[in-house]
């Protein structure tokens, strides 16, 4: 699965201009399928559109949650230089206490979450490849979650399910 999905996908590399001016790449890969674009990380993606390998993904996240989706964000950590910060997943173009599938192909990696007020309240995951995790009710109004960077770790994939219901909504900048 994750030879074919490093194949397959349309990756995208995007840049965008930090706090200091300078020009940067996301630490990692992406892409978006579907039938609806999806704000991330302050960037718009055009998605392309479903493949069959993606659609037997969304129709299996269907069946698991009984929730719809119509769009999907993959991201590809090349290795452990790569990760994700502190967001929730919470952009104005999703319902507040939407169902989100996440499904991991490839290396196992930490996935952690922290209480957006109380810092000290968190939880660490492991997630290995063929782990599904599902993230539901008020998850993304309360808790930030981050895949942190981590040394000497191979490449995995990442397909997180999601249900759009306006487009081009503006979404949190700090998950770069
Ligand atoms: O790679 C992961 O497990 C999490 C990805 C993520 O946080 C996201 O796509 O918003």
Known sequence: MFSQLEKETQ???????????RVVHLPRLTANYGDR???????TF???PWTPLLSELRHLAEDLTG???????LQY???????????SDDDPCVAPTTTIVSMSF??????EFRHKENHDERLGLD??????????????K?????????????????LTFRDVIEELGESASDSI
């Not at 674009?37 to 960037?43: D, E, M, R, T």
């Not at 929730?67 to 964000?73: D, E, G, K, Q, R």
């Not at 950590?77 to 967001?87: F, L, T």
């Open 46 to 48: 055009q998605p392309q």
């Open 77 to 87: 950590y090349r290795d452990g230089s790569d990760g994700v910060g502190w967001h």
């Open 127 to 140: 997630i290995h490849g063929g782990d599904i995790v599902v993230m539901q009710g008020d998850l993304q």
């Open 106 to 111: 490839g290396e196992t990696r930490r996935f």
């Open 11 to 21: 990756w995208l590399h995007p840049s965008y201009e930090n706090s200091d001016g």
């Open 67 to 73: 929730a719809s989706f119509n769009a999907l964000i």
């Open 142 to 158: 309360h808790y930030k979650h981050r895949v942190p960077k981590e040394k000497g770790k191979g490449g995995r994939i990442n």
């Open 37 to 43: 674009s999806y704000n991330y990380s302050g960037l």
